[in-house]
């Protein structure tokens, strides 16, 4: 029972809830407050018969909005119907009264005609009488101002441009706006801006004038503007030395001696007469007419048009700045081209200072800077792009000094120019790339002109010319004369052209605002570039060429020995030059010594070179008889002229440089270097000569023969065709023919194949690969032979067992090789 209670009890609740709801879903379609959407989802969402109870309550809810409608129309009926009938009653009424008041106003129409018509002919009379009194009063006023359009009239005709403008003023404020109401007035006012035109037209087409005569003129007012700059700099220059000089008198000079007077910058024009030079100071207003800007200024200023003048003005300025700042193509092919082109920039700079500084708002500083710094930009790209182009030291020289002068003219002028003298660094490199061909060529014309021999001095007079071009040192040299000097006339040349490179390259760094230190640095830098590549480059050049023989390598070697020695004195003459130490820190060291090292080093490889080529020319020229049954009981021809060029080859290395204890180290290494490469090489070439796969088969006589060419090299080897060989070191060249000849000649296989491979083996250099291949060919030869002679039968029998030894060492031999192989 109390389940059941309970249950009932959570229905009814809920029902009533229910129409809670319902309620709230009508109340909220029916205010339009909420969207309908979320109040009918509200009711769909429920159950699912919820909505069938709802439409009832809904059609409840319309049914008792019905009867309330229905309840307010029967209350208000009876008003309504009463409402009408009464207005029906006050129509009638209405008819009547718009009857009487048409008749009446027909008849006040008629009764007024009279009246109005004497009212306006009063009106009539005294409208003429006012306008009578007006026109006396008018005229009154036109007359001054009629006066006043005449003079203006007379101004322009008499080209009286400012007073017009002021006439106009006066007509335009004083006078026009008292009579502004009539046309001719109309017609003054319409004519006044064409007045003003036609003045600002007029004043413009001076401007123009104005403007294309100083187009004209700023390469004259440029150049003048360069010179006055460039006396100035010397009266400077000068005045500085005497101020040193002074100073170092301990004379004090007096500073009112100098007076520095600048309120106006001059431009200085020289006239040249027959008898006499003047010199005439002028001022920019002396070369150019200025008045028609300034009248243009003001014209445009009292029109109110001075912003547009500025514009303007500003605008063509630089139209003729871009035709200023472009050069000529060919300006790179001489110097008049840059000089031109740097006066007619001066000369444009120059008048836009002066309209700086006596106008004012014409032109600013700010505008100038940026004018600057534009035409800047295009100056360098220009400079560095012709520049280029030059391969003339002396043009690229004078292009600098040019720049000079045009960056301290400017300068003088107000105009930063840092960036100018960063560009002269820049071309400072390519000037002395320039000098660097040049003086290459000078390098190679003065290699192509030596003789290659040791300098001959007659007596002492000539001795001293040499040594005053070169610093040549030696206290062991015997002062008797007539004698020859290690070196040969290059030497000397080449180091007065060192230093005349350090006087050229010195020339572009005068003048460039640097203090010694980093001039010093400049002519350090530039010689090494001279020193490593361009005369080590010649060098190389020099060394490689086909016509240099082993005499002139030999000089040559001689030759940087003593250059590598002068390089301390150059040193000493750029520090005389600069005046800093060579004890400074930052002082960079010439590279000399390196160049000359490695041009010693390649001259010493071509000799070894050259001996060798020519080793391999005699070696062409054999022509052995390699099937010879006996030999010629001498040694081959060919041979005995290699080994007599070879020693004569090598007295000449008696002729390397040895003023001191270095210096003979080196040249008897060089000798011996060279003499044990020719050896090696000579006994290579011979053990390739035996071993050629061309050669199938060599004769015992052949073998005897050859013997005998190696003995004679042994021979020359042990007669020391150079000093300082140790023992037999230069015989060890051949050790390796000589064991396999001795092999063959000996016929000693069973002790060759005995000891092998011990380090007491008497022919512990002989390769068993070397020794099958020799031993095939010879074995080839002997059955060659053996078919030959085959007269008597003893000799078959003796070939027969000598050939069966031959292939028991061969079998031996390639078991050495194959063991040989698999081993490595």
Not at 166 to 179: C, D, F, G, I, S
Not at 687 to 712: C, P, R
Request: proline content about 3%.
């Amino acid at each position: 029972m109390a389940r059941k209670s309970k249950s009932n009890l959570s229905e009814l609740y809920l029902e009533e809830n229910k129409d809670q709801i319902y309620e709230n879903a009508l109340a909220e379609i029916q205010s339009f407050e909420l969207p309908l959407g979320t109040t009918l989802r509200s009711v769909y969402d429920d159950q699912p018969n919820a909505h069938q109870k709802f439409m009832e309550k809904l059609d409840a809810c319309i049914r008792n909005h019905d009867r309330e409608i229905e309840k307010m129309c029967n209350f208000h009926h009876q008003g309504f119907v009463d409402a009408i009938t009464e207005l029906l009653k006050v129509r009638a009424d209405a008819e009547k009264l718009k009857v009487q008041v048409t008749d009446t106003n027909r008849r006040l129409q008629d009764a007024g005609k009279e009246v109005i018509a004497q009212t306006e002919e009063i009106i009539r009379c005294r409208v003429q009488q006012r306008n009578i009194t007006t026109v006396v009063e008018k005229l009154q006023l036109c007359l001054p101002v009629l006066e006043m359009y005449s003079k203006l009239k007379e101004q322009m005709s008499v080209k009286r441009y400012y007073s017009a403008l002021k006439t106009m003023e006066q007509l335009e404020n004083l006078y026009l706006p008292r009579v502004s109401q009539y046309r001719f007035c109309q017609i003054m006012i319409e004519n006044l801006p064409k007045l003003r035109e036609e003045i600002k037209e007029i004043s413009m087409s001076d401007l123009k004038d104005f403007l294309e005569s100083i187009r004209k003129h700023s390469d004259r007012i440029g150049e003048t503007a360069m010179k006055q700059a460039q006396q100035q700099k010397t009266f400077s220059t000068a005045l500085q030395k005497q101020h040193n000089v002074n100073y170092g008198r301990n004379t004090p000079l007096g500073r009112n001696r100098i007076l520095e007077s600048k309120n106006e910058i001059t431009l200085k024009r020289t006239f040249e007469d027959e008898d006499e030079h003047e010199e005439e100071v002028l001022t920019a207003q002396d070369l150019v007419d200025f008045s028609p800007v300034y009248r243009c200024l003001h014209i445009y200023s009292v029109l109110g048009d001075g912003e547009i003048f500025e514009n303007y003005y500003r605008k063509q300025r630089r139209k003729q700045a871009r035709l200023v700042l472009q050069p000529q193509s060919s300006m790179h092919e001489t110097v008049e081209g840059y000089r031109r082109y740097f006066s007619q920039i001066v000369g444009f700079f120059v008048v836009e200072d002066h309209i700086l500084h006596v106008t004012q708002g014409l032109v600013t500083r700010t505008y100038t800077d940026e004018l600057w710094n534009m035409a800047l930009s295009k100056i360098i790209a220009v400079l560095r792009t012709h520049s280029s182009y030059c391969s003339d030291p002396d043009l690229v020289l004078e292009l600098k000094n040019l720049i000079v002068v045009f960056a301290d003219t400017l300068q003088g002028y107000g105009f930063p120019v840092n960036r100018l003298f960063d560009l002269l660094f820049e071309i400072r490199d390519q000037y002395n790339e320039t000098l660097l061909k040049k003086w290459s060529g000078l390098f190679r014309d003065i290699f192509e002109a030596d003789n290659y021999s040791p300098i001959p001095v007659a007596n002492e007079e000539e001795y001293r010319i040499v040594i005053s071009k070169f610093p040549f040192q030696d206290p062991e040299l015997d002062k008797s004369f007539p004698k020859k000097l290690p070196m040969s006339q290059s030497v000397p040349q080449i180091y007065m052209q060192v230093k005349e490179f350090i006087y050229a390259s010195l020339k572009f760094s005068e003048s460039l605002h640097r203090s010694s230190t980093e001039i010093d640095d400049m002519l350090r830098k530039s010689t090494n570039l001279l020193l490593t590549r361009t005369l080590s480059s010649c060098l190389q050049n020099l060394i490689k060429k086909p016509h240099i023989g082993l005499t002139e390598l030999v000089q040559i070697i001689i030759n940087t020995t003593h250059l590598e020695q002068a390089c301390k004195y150059l040193e000493d003459f750029i520090s005389n030059i600069t005046n800093i130490s060579q004890l400074t820190v930052h002082t960079a060291r010439l590279y000399g010594l390196s160049t000359f090292k490695d041009a010693r080093h390649a001259a010493e490889g071509e000799i070894y070179t050259k001996l060798n080529q020519k080793i391999d020319e005699f070696i062409q020229i054999a022509d052995y008889d390699w099937t010879m049954s006996e030999s010629d009981g001498r040694a081959s021809g060919y041979l005995m002229d290699l080994i007599n060029f070879l020693r004569s080859t090598f007295q000449v290395f008696t002729h390397l440089p040895h003023n001191n204890n270095d210096h003979a180290a080196m040249s008897g290494k060089v000798a011996q270097t060279a003499c044990m490469s020719a050896c090696q090489h000579l006994s290579m070439s011979l053990m390739q000569m035996l071993l050629d796969s061309e050669l199938k088969q060599i004769s015992m006589g052949a073998i005897q023969q050859f013997n005998l060419d190696v003995i004679q090299c042994e021979l020359f080897a042990s007669s020391e065709p150079v000093p300082g060989f140790q023992g037999d070191t230069l015989q060890l060249a051949f050790i390796d023919l000589r064991q396999l000849l001795d092999l063959f000649m000996v016929w000693d296989w069973s002790t060759y194949l005995a000891d092998y491979g011990q380090a007491t083996s008497k022919y512990l250099r002989v390769n068993p690969s070397t020794a099958l291949t020799l031993l095939e060919k010879v074995h080839r030869g002997m059955k060659d032979s053996s078919k030959k002679n085959n007269i008597f039968a003893q000799f078959r029998k003796n070939d027969r067992d000598k050939q069966k030894l031959i292939e028991t060492v061969v079998k031996q031999l390639r078991s050495l090789v194959n063991g040989m192989s698999q081993h490595t």
